[in-house]
């Protein structure tokens, strides 16, 4: 390769050996075009170069997503290489090892890079072994650390660019942290006080995944053995899938913190190592079955490596979201194995859950909020409680960049386009840093621009080192795709490989034709696929007992209440229509209550002398009008508040509580703002009355007739704040809302008892008491003595003038609110989460 009088290197790597000159760069990738190709999912498309520039070679990263490191640190610019060098790409540690060896190597120029020995664990004994620090306090192990992002920098371009083919990666972030696969520490030479594990620099081993607190777990030795003890981390520390508190570790136990995964060995914990074939998804045999008997899937098998893309695509009913639910863990298999990274997902899936990001069909964000503050809460709500605002902002800011999301950030979500809508939707999952994602219909509606910009997206995000599985009817990209599952009716399984080979296999390559012929012959698709196996499939691994799904990881109640509080706060403020329709509707109540006709307000009316001399107050019906459209306002105002948020958000919060949302946090937390705005309206709505027509006199327990009054209103509006929530829990569309509210706002006006009398009506009476108004009023008319006021009013006992009757009154609507509160909590439990 070299030709004469070329200064030449040396480059050794995976045993084998090539010799370059200087008349042409020498370029290190995963690209067909490089010059040197280095296989591994750590390694991007064209990941460096190496040059000659007059006097010696240099090595530049060439944008990578992994980055390049010359002993042990990560380059930031070219770099001379005057000697025999050392490099890896994509990890410091596991990345792949690359030795160059210039010809007539020169003494050293540069300072060495080489970071201080500060990682390792402190040995007893005199003396230390090669590499370690002397004897002292505990030094960091190991520092698992996510590689800082690069900005792309100007390289070869493809010899062939089609946005059919694979995408660059070259300007990704990595999936998540990756580390040392060394012994990290041993038993019988740990520090008496052991060995603390986290995400922060101050723990002797340091993992830093976004999933991992800060102090996560310590490692001890114990009289049984190596034992890990969990320090009240939000994620949990797993032993062989299990969370556990406390556990002695035994040899080849698994353990795993956050994202990554730990061995014991030879009793050492070291960094699981992952045999190529455990790195990716596979589907054993899985077959599915409901009651009654009905198969809806048979015998399905697919290997999925990492930095693959994988379309499930088939005719409706072929089992295709059945199986996407299975991979994502959330449904188990009747018969086989799927298993993750060589752990079988359903036995071990508490502990694999976090690994795994699951996009539905609907965008599973709030629409009034920008992308960067959607993200934000989500981040607040997903992420260990310990993380900083800033350390949440680096998390956010690295999953923008990886989706090309930075530059529409400060965008609403509802002026993006649908594209974007998608993309904004997988960045929530790769807040987390999943390794396997599942997308269900992404291109639902999209144009064929958009159908082709998002599947460019998930080329992108599988070249990271993802395992990627889409759900879609969408064929027309499908050569984007490393392979395709086709399923037939029944869950049979009609192809899977390379799209490239659908036409040989199955006769021809039109894809109406494809699907009219296994929609129409499902058994003879899947028994001609079988024949076309030269190998029976290996037999799965053996059956293991499923494991506890158990809960997601959750932060605290607090955390998550004041999470949603601020976030439901600045959704109302984000909704400009929605917010002057808030703020115009008291005033348009308050203004229709001075409709009605009258001087004497809430006082009582002039004496009028009846034939025996006696005298009562003339009027009294305004008085009972003016508390009928208040209490009616109220109950009006209130439930408007609330009727369409829970249906509306439904995707949004099973998504939510799918991945940690306590559906107890998320109800109070708009209980709590709504029934604020409600307070206000009400004073808005009682001051517009109490200025237009006289007050009442003195309350039946305050001196002021008037503060008493706006609490019987408000008290009637925030309860029916919570009948608001209960029926939009109940609607299954936004269609259906509208009726509810109608009938639920008649069913007020008849059984408050102000213009219907209910009192001594059996039957009727009963029934008013489960409704707000009823007690609502009462509260109102105990407030303005409505029967020294007025002398047609019905003689009803929960209307009489005395603080124990108005105490009761208010007891009860504070009861039904409690009591209509739990009944909507429990519905919100009772809903499916979107896993």
Request: hydrophobic share 40%.
């Amino acid at each position: 390769m070299s030709s004469p009088g070329a200064q030449t290197i040396t480059v050794r790597h995976d045993g084998n050996e090539r010799v370059f000159d200087s008349s042409q760069p020498v370029t290190m990738g995963r690209a067909p075009e490089v010059t040197l190709f280095v296989d591994s999912p750590l390694v991007s498309r064209v990941h460096a170069t190496l040059t000659w520039q007059g006097s010696a070679w240099v090595l530049a990263d060439n944008g990578s997503t992994n980055g390049v490191f010359v002993d042990a640190r990560r380059l930031t610019q070219p770099v001379s290489i005057d000697r025999p060098t050392q490099v890896r790409l994509g990890d410091a540690i596991t990345g792949p090892l690359l030795h160059l060896l210039p010809a007539n190597p020169q003494p050293p120029q540069r300072p060495s890079v080489r970071p201080p020995q500060s990682g390792q664990v402190p040995q007893s004994g005199p003396q230390p072994m090669a590499g370690q620090p002397p004897m002292g306090g505990p030094r960091p192990v190991q520092q698992f650390q996510r590689p800082a992002y690069q900005p792309p920098q100007a390289g070869p371009a493809p010899i062939n660019p089609n946005l059919t083919h694979r995408a660059d990666s070259s300007n990704m972030p990595p999936v998540r942290a990756r580390a040392s696969t060394a012994a990290i520490a041993r038993g019988d030479r740990l520090p008496a006080g052991g060995l603390s594990i986290g995400r922060t620099t101050d723990n002797q081993i340091v993992v830093n995944d976004p999933l991992a607190s800060r102090k996560h777990a310590r490692l001890v030795a114990t009289a049984e053995g190596l034992t890990i003890e969990d320090l009240g981390s939000a994620n949990g520390t797993f032993v062989n899938g299990h969370r556990q508190q406390r556990a002695v570790l035994r040899e080849r136990d698994i353990i795993t913190v956050g994202n990554v995964d730990f061995v014991v060995q030879q009793g050492t914990l070291a960094l699981r190592q992952k045999p190529v074939a455990e790195q990716g998804l596979a589907v054993h045999g899985v077959g599915f079955t409901v009651e009654g008997n009905k198969q809806l899937l048979v015998d399905v098998n697919m290997q999925a490596s990492r930095g693959t893309l994988t379309a499930l695509i088939g005719p409706s009913g072929a089992g295709k979201s059945t199986l996407s639910r299975l991979i994502a863990g959330t449904t188990r298999p009747s018969g086989g194995v799927v298993t993750f990274e060589g752990r079988n997902l359903h036995a071990e899936y508490e502990a694999l859950r976090s690994r795994i990001g699951m996009v539905p069909q609907d965008d599973v964000l709030h629409r009034q909020l920008t992308v960067r503050q959607a993200l934000g809460y989500a981040a607040e709500l997903r992420l260990p409680p310990d993380n900083s605002k800033a350390d949440r902002q680096q998390v956010i800011d690295g999953v923008l960049k990886e989706l090309s999301l930075t530059e529409h950030a400060d965008t609403r979500v509802d002026r993006l386009s649908g594209g974007q809508r998608k993309r904004a939707s997988v960045a929530l999952e790769l807040l987390t840093g999943p390794s396997l994602l599942i997308l269900d219909e992404p291109t639902s509606g999209l144009d064929p621009a958009l159908d082709r910009q998002v599947m460019v997206m998930l080329r992108e995000l599988a070249d990271a080192g993802r395992v990627v599985i889409v759900v879609t009817h969408s064929v027309a990209h499908l050569d984007m795709c490393d392979q395709v599952l086709l399923l037939a009716p029944g869950g049979k399984t009609a192809y899977c490989g390379n799209p490239a080979g659908v036409g040989a296999a199955l006769g021809t390559s039109d894809w109406a034709e494809i699907f009219a012929n296994v929609a129409a012959n499902p058994d003879q698709a899947f028994a001609a696929y079988r024949s076309r196996q030269a190998f029976a499939p290996p037999p799965p691994p053996p059956p293991q007992q499923y494991g506890s799904v158990g809960s997601p990881p959750q932060s605290s109640g607090g955390k998550q209440f004041s999470t949603l509080s601020r976030r439901q706060m600045r959704l109302i403020l984000a909704d400009r229509g929605y917010l002057i329709f808030l703020i115009v509707m008291p005033f348009i109540l308050g203004a229709l209550s001075l409709v009605v006709p009258g001087k004497d307000g809430f006082q009582r009316g002039p004496l009028k002398a009846l034939p025996d001399g006696s005298f009562v107050p003339q009027g009294g019906g305004e008085t009972q009008q003016l508390l009928v459209v208040l209490i009616l306002g109220a109950c009006f105002m209130g439930s408007t508040l609330t009727v369409r948020d829970l249906v509306g958000e439904r995707t949004i919060f099973q998504r939510e509580r799918a991945v940690g949302l306590l559906p107890s946090a998320y109800l109070l937390a708009k209980i709590a703002v709504f029934s604020f705005t409600a307070l206000l309206q009400s004073a808005v709505l009682v001051g517009i009355v109490l200025a237009g027509k006289k007050r009442p006199g003195e309350g039946a327990v305050l001196a002021s007739g008037s503060i008493e009054l706006y609490i019987d209103i408000a008290l009637t509006a925030v309860c029916c704040v919570v009948v608001g929530l209960l029926l939009s829990s109940l609607a299954k569309s936004n269609e259906q809302v509208m009726p509810l509210l109608v009938v639920a706002i008649m069913c007020q006006l008849v059984m408050a008892g102000g213009l219907i009398p209910v009192t001594g009506r059996v039957v009727l009476e009963q029934v008013s008491w489960l409704f707000p108004a009823r007690w609502g009023y009462a509260t109102g008319a105990s407030t303005v003595n409505i029967r020294e006021v007025f002398i047609n009013a019905q003689p009803d006992k929960l209307w009489e003038h005395t603080a124990g009757i108005w105490a009761l009154d208010v007891a009860v609507l504070m009861l039904l609110t409690i009591v209509l509160a739990v009944i909507t909590w429990r519905r919100l439990r009772l809903k499916k989460s979107v896993a």
